[in-house]
């Protein structure tokens, strides 16, 4: 399939054909596109039974990419995940075997099951789209992207991830429970067959590294890009938090505001376009101090201050 469409045109075709199985989340379905042009991963932290993983195998089918799931328990190694080299005895040699990180769309499910050994095997993975093996780099495809999940109700047996793993994420999100009408909506769908086995790919590998290209053209204002640090700079000085967002907080948040804009059919970004991704993007990466955990502050509860502290810009004229 070529690209006939235009990019807002084609991340609606997405949206829809993705809520034939995901019902009632268009916006959320959305930051995760913003997060795939964006060359980012994401974490979907929610209860049992809501969409979790039904949402990523919607994605990669959706965008025709190559699709592996992890099962991340507490016996998983490090080779489960990028690959060993295995011993061929009918050619005398050692061959390498690719884990499941080599594909494009990756679901590292129940990713905080996994010994902090294993889980720090996707660190290079996903900061530098590369694995190494026994001294070999291997380059990963593109797009690539890890969608993990994790439950936030259950805790025994699991370990958190560290501050190191949860940055790498560009954001954090959730789905939530459905409506009354939207839980009706999936009976219907799924009384005769899963909705996701006749899924069709609705664009190809390449689209998407197109749009991802076509994001990087955007335009950002010096302004804009201020906002954006102010913003990030505010998390580091909020009462609350132990540790605020790091420079890379501040990269997400300009190539999100990049690729939100483009899916509203602008080629320049606007201070809301920050705002509307911000807390996803941030709120996993602030550190909250011990006395605001013991009062139940949360980490949205921060952004949503930094958001009303620090003032939104003006624009200057954009130079041609």
Known sequence: ??????????????????????VGNSETVELVLVALISNGHVLIEDVPGVGKTMLVRSLATSTGCDYRRMQFTPDLLPSDVTGASVFNQKTGNFEFRPGPIMA?????????RATPKTQSALLEAMGEQQVTVEGVTRELQNPFMVLATQNPIEYEGTFPLPEAQLDRFFMRITLGYPNAAQE???LD???HIDPINELQAVCTPA????MQDQAGDVYIDALVKQYIVE??????????????????????????????????????????????????????????TPSARMREVT?????????NQVSVPGASVRRT
């Open 231 to 288: 913003l990030s700079n505010a998390t580091r000085l909020h009462p609350e938090a132990a540790l605020g967002v790091s420079p890379r907080a501040s990269i997400n948040l300009m190539k999100g505001g990049k690729a939100y804009a483009m899916l509203r059919d602008r080629d320049y970004v606007v201070p809301d376009d920050i705002k509307a991704i911000a807390t996803a993007t941030l709120a996993h990466r602030v550190l909250l």
């Open 299 to 307: 980490h949205e509860t921060v952004i949503t201050d930094v958001l």
């Open 104 to 112: 494009q769309i990756v679901l590292a499910d129940e990713i905080n």
């Open 207 to 210: 689209d998407i590294a197109k």
């Open 1 to 22: 399939m070529t690209l006939t469409a235009d990019s807002k045109t084609l991340a609606n075709m997405l949206i829809e054909n993705i809520g034939k199985v995901i």
């Open 189 to 191: 769908r799924r009384e």
């Open 184 to 186: 009706v909506a999936i």
